[in-house]
Protein backbone atom coordinates (compact mmCIF):
# COMPACT_ATOMS: atom_id res chain seq x y z
CA UNK A 1 0.00 0.00 0.00
CA UNK A 2 1.50 3.16 -1.20
CA UNK A 3 1.83 5.44 2.16
CA UNK A 4 3.42 8.84 3.33
CA UNK A 5 4.14 8.67 6.82
CA UNK A 6 4.81 11.83 8.81
CA UNK A 7 6.36 11.35 11.75
CA UNK A 8 7.81 14.22 14.71
CA UNK A 9 5.36 16.04 16.17
CA UNK A 10 5.42 16.82 19.55
CA UNK A 11 4.86 19.44 22.75
CA UNK A 12 7.19 21.90 22.87
CA UNK A 13 7.78 25.46 24.66
CA UNK A 14 7.47 28.88 22.59
CA UNK A 15 10.91 29.38 20.89
CA UNK A 16 11.91 25.65 20.68
CA UNK A 17 12.63 23.54 17.93
CA UNK A 18 11.17 19.75 15.99
CA UNK A 19 12.05 18.72 12.79
CA UNK A 20 9.18 16.69 11.59
CA UNK A 21 9.88 13.51 8.67
CA UNK A 22 8.07 12.24 6.14
CA UNK A 23 8.84 8.91 4.82
CA UNK A 24 7.01 7.15 1.30
CA UNK A 25 6.41 3.55 1.02
CA UNK A 26 5.87 1.45 -1.81
CA UNK A 27 6.84 4.99 -4.13
CA UNK A 28 9.58 7.10 -4.47
CA UNK A 29 9.70 10.51 -3.60
CA UNK A 30 12.46 11.40 -6.13
CA UNK A 31 10.32 12.98 -9.02
CA UNK A 32 7.98 14.15 -6.91
CA UNK A 33 7.27 17.85 -5.75
CA UNK A 34 6.99 17.77 -2.17
CA UNK A 35 4.87 19.89 0.50
CA UNK A 36 4.11 20.63 4.38
CA UNK A 37 0.60 21.85 4.88
CA UNK A 38 -0.88 22.64 8.62
CA UNK A 39 -4.19 22.50 9.83
CA UNK A 40 -5.56 24.30 13.02
CA UNK A 41 -9.09 23.64 14.82
CA UNK A 42 -11.50 25.72 13.08
CA UNK A 43 -9.23 26.42 10.21
CA UNK A 44 -7.80 25.62 6.69
CA UNK A 45 -5.48 23.90 6.06
CA UNK A 46 -2.73 25.71 4.61
CA UNK A 47 0.56 25.35 2.84
CA UNK A 48 3.64 26.10 4.88
CA UNK A 49 6.56 25.08 2.57
CA UNK A 50 7.08 22.99 -0.68
CA UNK A 51 10.26 21.85 -2.53
CA UNK A 52 11.18 20.80 -6.28
CA UNK A 53 12.35 17.47 -6.79
CA UNK A 54 15.54 18.82 -7.20
CA UNK A 55 15.67 20.74 -4.39
CA UNK A 56 16.31 23.78 -6.84
CA UNK A 57 13.57 25.64 -5.39
CA UNK A 58 11.64 25.77 -2.20
CA UNK A 59 8.86 28.26 -0.93
CA UNK A 60 7.21 29.16 2.61
CA UNK A 61 4.53 31.03 3.73
CA UNK A 62 5.30 34.11 4.87
CA UNK A 63 4.24 33.08 8.54
CA UNK A 64 7.02 30.97 8.59
CA UNK A 65 10.19 32.47 6.25
CA UNK A 66 13.33 32.87 8.25
CA UNK A 67 11.82 30.30 10.78
CA UNK A 68 11.27 26.91 8.85
CA UNK A 69 13.63 25.11 6.61
CA UNK A 70 12.12 22.17 4.17
CA UNK A 71 14.47 19.79 2.56
CA UNK A 72 14.73 16.35 1.17
CA UNK A 73 16.85 13.22 1.14
CA UNK A 74 16.19 11.52 -1.88
CA UNK A 75 18.20 8.63 -0.77
CA UNK A 76 16.58 8.21 1.94
CA UNK A 77 13.22 8.63 0.41
CA UNK A 78 12.21 11.70 3.16
CA UNK A 79 11.21 14.90 3.47
CA UNK A 80 12.04 17.15 6.58
CA UNK A 81 10.29 20.33 7.89
CA UNK A 82 13.22 22.03 10.56
CA UNK A 83 11.06 24.42 12.45
CA UNK A 84 12.79 26.75 14.51
CA UNK A 85 11.58 29.33 16.99
CA UNK A 86 8.25 27.92 17.31
CA UNK A 87 5.15 29.99 18.32
CA UNK A 88 1.97 28.96 19.85
CA UNK A 89 0.02 30.04 16.72
CA UNK A 90 2.30 27.14 15.09
CA UNK A 91 0.74 24.73 16.56
CA UNK A 92 -1.18 22.67 14.20
CA UNK A 93 -1.67 19.19 12.34
CA UNK A 94 0.98 18.70 9.99
CA UNK A 95 0.96 17.34 6.79
CA UNK A 96 3.18 15.99 3.93
CA UNK A 97 1.97 16.08 0.44
CA UNK A 98 3.07 14.26 -2.78
CA UNK A 99 2.39 15.28 -6.15
CA UNK A 100 3.09 14.14 -9.57
CA UNK A 101 2.14 11.07 -11.42
CA UNK A 102 -0.87 11.23 -8.05
CA UNK A 103 -1.33 12.87 -5.31
CA UNK A 104 -0.66 11.74 -1.86
CA UNK A 105 -1.05 12.90 1.55
CA UNK A 106 0.26 11.87 4.55
CA UNK A 107 -2.02 10.67 7.72
CA UNK A 108 -0.58 14.05 9.81
CA UNK A 109 1.20 14.64 13.23
CA UNK A 110 0.67 16.99 15.90
CA UNK A 111 2.54 19.61 16.80
CA UNK A 112 1.58 21.37 20.06
CA UNK A 113 3.51 24.61 21.04
CA UNK A 114 2.64 25.82 24.90
CA UNK A 115 4.20 26.50 27.58
Known amino acids: QVQLVESGGGLVQPGGSLRLSCTAS????????MSWYRQAPGKERELVAS????????NYADSVKGRFTISRDNAKNTVYLQMNSLKPEDSAVYYCKAEFAAIYWGQGTQVTVSS
Open 51 to 58: ITSTSSRT
Open 26 to 33: RFTLRTYF
